[in-house]
């Protein structure tokens, strides 16, 4: 077909399961978008689409492709079901879409897309699941190292990682860090449904020796969690599962996975609890040991456990991942005498701090959100939940400290304990939330209205941390359905939050109980009977057809509906049966939630 034939409409940000070239697919019908760029044309709409898809042996034959839709008449953009040769474990395809417009001119061909599938099945790990091989501290938890070296004969030409933990984890390669992603494998009811990481690792890997690292901490595993907080909710173990799978340039394939093999220690994060903070002793370092010139013949075996791979499911959420940073605006001393820095934003992450001083030198930071009424540092509002960072130096030098394994809101650091003048080029606060992509934006000429924009996108930001909760700084931090449900709507218009909440609705459901109602928070860290707890609360539990519905609303994905459908029937269903001649007034409900009033603040929620 002649150039002078294709109209100026083009096909651009091709997506997989609304993902941009994912590498961990686990639905057996992935569905294909694509956006139109008609340039400055108007009215200009789609007509008609064809999909090819083929993989890259395929490809690189030139033979006949996995799939080719034909010439389909239809305006649809969104959500094409896939539907050709049954697709593989770790298989990697390409796809690549043209479509015609209303005056019957065709497009190009998209620029190719990808997409490589999970691993569909328990059967498809042969990692084991592995545990530290000596006696833990019970009371501090340090964080347990892993690592492994392994060999890799021939020329890579791809290698993908697949990890995932009882707790949290971070990963390495050959002392580089696998991927920009924290806190995770996430949060999930966890005995029902434990998500798994895809990397691309093929440029950390080597031809010849490479070693494996990888660090876990407690986090809502097995950690203090719930606003009565108690640990070990879905395990007192913590776990890793990782594999990896090289493919070599001539076809042939390799496997390494954890198993008895792999060695354990601890190294400087001597704590780390979501609320209680993390403590850092850098004289603890084990230099080098995520690589090959590490010696492990003092570290201690592993212990190979059969925990459940059945429960194992794929990611298709974003990530939580390092935003914002902000420097100090004003560093100042409080009546108390206290050594206070304020960032000028209320913000969820952490404060990452770089000091020189002696060896033992003790550093303690501790996180407020205002300052109270006598200027003093306030965090009477965290009630349990200490909110504080512990670094020791190892001196010799320039040391830079974050946290791990653990989160903080604030917009106020007290430090105590550091060597010297406080000066803002040393502190750092950094933001972190789920990577949504912001979809809206909104001013206007009132500075009042723009202020409350702003805190509502914060607010967004800071309780967008792999799941919707109710507050980032306190010990709590849980997903209130309420107010999930309440802001699900103004969330879309912000950010893209079809995969966040498509994620946890999923969870909505795994932890609904078999009457039907839905438990005060999700994941179900309050009531633990299968049959029936805490719970029901209407405007709380509607969240289960409401955020379905609002999804459906902003995305169109018909899918969604689907998936939930079982979960908002019972639940409709359990008011029905609670209802008596069409009304439902028993049971407990919150009702005006935090009511403001001038005279009472006792209430100590």
Same mark, same amino acid.
């Given at each position: 077909m002649c150039s002078l034939c294709f109209a100026q409409i083009k096909v651009q940000r091709l997506l997989t399961e609304n993902q941009a070239d994912p590498i961990s697919i686990d639905a057996i019908i992935p569905r294909f978008s694509w956006q139109l760029d008609a340039g400055d044309k108007r009215s200009v709409v789609q007509t008609a689409y064809e999909i090819k898809a083929t993989t890259y042996a395929v490809l690189k034959k030139g033979k006949h492709e996995v799939w080719n839709t034909g010439k389909v008449m239809s305006d649809q953009s969104v959500y094409v079901p896939y539907n050709g040769e049954t697709l593989v474990s770790g298989q990697k395809y390409y796809w690549q879409v043209r479509v015609w417009d209303n005056n019957g001119k065709a497009s190009e061909w998209s620029a190719l897309a990808s997409w490589q599938m999970g691993l569909l099945t328990p059967a498809d790990w042969t990692a084991k699941w592995i545990t530290p091989g000596f006696a833990e501290d019970s009371v501090m938890r340090p964080s347990p190292l892993f690592r492994k070296g392994f060999s890799l004969s021939k020329k890579i030409a791809t290698a993908t990682a697949y990890i995932t933990a009882h707790g949290l984890y971070e990963a390495q390669i050959n002392g580089h860090r696998v991927g920009d992603a924290y806190l995770t494998p996430g949060w999930t009811s966890y005995n029902k449904?434990?998500?798994?990481?895809? #990397?691309?690792?093929?440029?950390?890997?080597?031809?010849?020796?490479? *070693?494996?690292?990888?660090?876990?901490?407690?986090?809502?595993?097995?950690?203090?969690?719930? #606003?009565?907080?108690? &640990?070990?909710?879905?395990?007192?173990? /913590? *776990?890793?599962?990782?594999?990896?799978e090289v493919t070599y340039t001539d076809g042939t394939k390799e496997t390494i996975v954890s198993d008895d093999s792999w060695k354990s220690s601890t190294g400087p994060v001597r704590f780390a609890e979501i609320y209680y903070g993390a403590t850092i002793d850098d004289r603890m370092q084990q230099k080098d040991w995520s690589t090959?010139?590490?010696?492990? $013949?003092?570290?201690?075996?592993?212990?190979? $456990?059969?925990? *459940?791979?059945?429960?194992?499911? *794929?990611?298709?959420?974003?990530?939580?991942? $390092?935003?914002?940073?902000?420097?100090?605006?004003?560093?100042?001393?409080? &009546?108390?005498?206290?050594?206070? /820095?304020?960032f000028g934003q209320n913000l969820v992450g952490w404060v990452q701090m770089k000091v020189t001083g002696n060896a033992g030198n003790k550093i303690t930071i501790s996180h407020a959100e205002v300052i109270d009424k006598a200027g003093n540092f306030y965090t009477d509002n965290l009630r349990t939940a200490r909110s504080q960072d512990v670094y020791i130096l190892k001196g010799g030098g320039e040391e830079t400290f974050e946290p791990q394994f653990t989160w903080q809101g604030f917009r106020f650091i007290k430090v105590e304990g550091y060597p010297g003048d406080l000066k803002p080029e040393n502190f750092t606060a950094i933001a972190l939330y789920s990577d949504m992509t912001p979809t809206g934006t909104f001013s206007c000429s009132n500075t009042l209205i723009n202020q409350l924009q702003h805190n509502i996108q914060w607010g967004q930001k800071g309780n967008f941390l792999d799941i919707p909760t109710d507050c980032p700084q306190r010990d709590e931090r849980l997903g209130w359905t309420g107010d999930a449900q309440a802001f699900s709507r103004t969330a879309s218009y912000l950010m893209d939050v079809h995969n966040f909440f498509t994620k946890w609705l999923k969870d909505v459901a795994a932890d609904q109980y078999a009457s039907g109602s839905i438990p005060f928070v999700i994941p179900n860290v309050i009531g633990k009977s299968a049959t029936d707890g805490p719970g029901a609360s209407t405007g709380w539990a509607d969240v289960c057809t409401i955020i379905p519905w609002n999804m459906y609303l902003a995305y169109g994905d018909k899918r969604i509906l689907e998936n939930q459908y079982s979960s908002m029937k019972a639940w409709v269903d359990y008011m029905q049966h609670q209802s008596r001649n069409d009304l439902w007034n028993t049971g407990f409900h919150f009702g005006d939630w935090l009511f403001y009033s001038v005279n009472d603040d006792t209430d100590g929620s």
């Amino acid at each position: 077909m002649c150039s002078l034939c294709f109209a100026q409409i083009k096909v651009q940000r091709l997506l997989t399961e609304n993902q941009a070239d994912p590498i961990s697919i686990d639905a057996i019908i992935p569905r294909f978008s694509w956006q139109l760029d008609a340039g400055d044309k108007r009215s200009v709409v789609q007509t008609a689409y064809e999909i090819k898809a083929t993989t890259y042996a395929v490809l690189k034959k030139g033979k006949h492709e996995v799939w080719n839709t034909g010439k389909v008449m239809s305006d649809q953009s969104v959500y094409v079901p896939y539907n050709g040769e049954t697709l593989v474990s770790g298989q990697k395809y390409y796809w690549q879409v043209r479509v015609w417009d209303n005056n019957g001119k065709a497009s190009e061909w998209s620029a190719l897309a990808s997409w490589q599938m999970g691993l569909l099945t328990p059967a498809d790990w042969t990692a084991k699941w592995i545990t530290p091989g000596f006696a833990e501290d019970s009371v501090m938890r340090p964080s347990p190292l892993f690592r492994k070296g392994f060999s890799l004969s021939k020329k890579i030409a791809t290698a993908t990682a697949y990890i995932t933990a009882h707790g949290l984890y971070e990963a390495q390669i050959n002392g580089h860090r696998v991927g920009d992603a924290y806190l995770t494998p996430g949060w999930t009811s966890y005995n029902k449904r434990l998500q798994y990481q895809a #990397y691309d690792v093929t440029g950390l890997v080597q031809e010849g020796k490479n *070693a494996i690292g990888a660090e876990l901490g407690s986090g809502w595993y097995r950690g203090f969690i719930g #606003y009565n907080p108690k &640990p070990g909710l879905y395990g007192n173990d /913590i *776990a890793l599962l990782f594999q990896l799978e090289v493919t070599y340039t001539d076809g042939t394939k390799e496997t390494i996975v954890s198993d008895d093999s792999w060695k354990s220690s601890t190294g400087p994060v001597r704590f780390a609890e979501i609320y209680y903070g993390a403590t850092i002793d850098d004289r603890m370092q084990q230099k080098d040991w995520s690589t090959t010139n590490f010696d492990d $013949k003092n570290w201690s075996g592993v212990t190979v $456990k059969d925990f *459940a791979k059945n429960t194992l499911v *794929a990611t298709y959420n974003e990530p939580v991942r $390092k935003h914002e940073t902000f420097k100090p605006i004003k560093i100042f001393t409080t &009546p108390k005498g206290e050594k206070v /820095i304020d960032f000028g934003q209320n913000l969820v992450g952490w404060v990452q701090m770089k000091v020189t001083g002696n060896a033992g030198n003790k550093i303690t930071i501790s996180h407020a959100e205002v300052i109270d009424k006598a200027g003093n540092f306030y965090t009477d509002n965290l009630r349990t939940a200490r909110s504080q960072d512990v670094y020791i130096l190892k001196g010799g030098g320039e040391e830079t400290f974050e946290p791990q394994f653990t989160w903080q809101g604030f917009r106020f650091i007290k430090v105590e304990g550091y060597p010297g003048d406080l000066k803002p080029e040393n502190f750092t606060a950094i933001a972190l939330y789920s990577d949504m992509t912001p979809t809206g934006t909104f001013s206007c000429s009132n500075t009042l209205i723009n202020q409350l924009q702003h805190n509502i996108q914060w607010g967004q930001k800071g309780n967008f941390l792999d799941i919707p909760t109710d507050c980032p700084q306190r010990d709590e931090r849980l997903g209130w359905t309420g107010d999930a449900q309440a802001f699900s709507r103004t969330a879309s218009y912000l950010m893209d939050v079809h995969n966040f909440f498509t994620k946890w609705l999923k969870d909505v459901a795994a932890d609904q109980y078999a009457s039907g109602s839905i438990p005060f928070v999700i994941p179900n860290v309050i009531g633990k009977s299968a049959t029936d707890g805490p719970g029901a609360s209407t405007g709380w539990a509607d969240v289960c057809t409401i955020i379905p519905w609002n999804m459906y609303l902003a995305y169109g994905d018909k899918r969604i509906l689907e998936n939930q459908y079982s979960s908002m029937k019972a639940w409709v269903d359990y008011m029905q049966h609670q209802s008596r001649n069409d009304l439902w007034n028993t049971g407990f409900h919150f009702g005006d939630w935090l009511f403001y009033s001038v005279n009472d603040d006792t209430d100590g929620s």
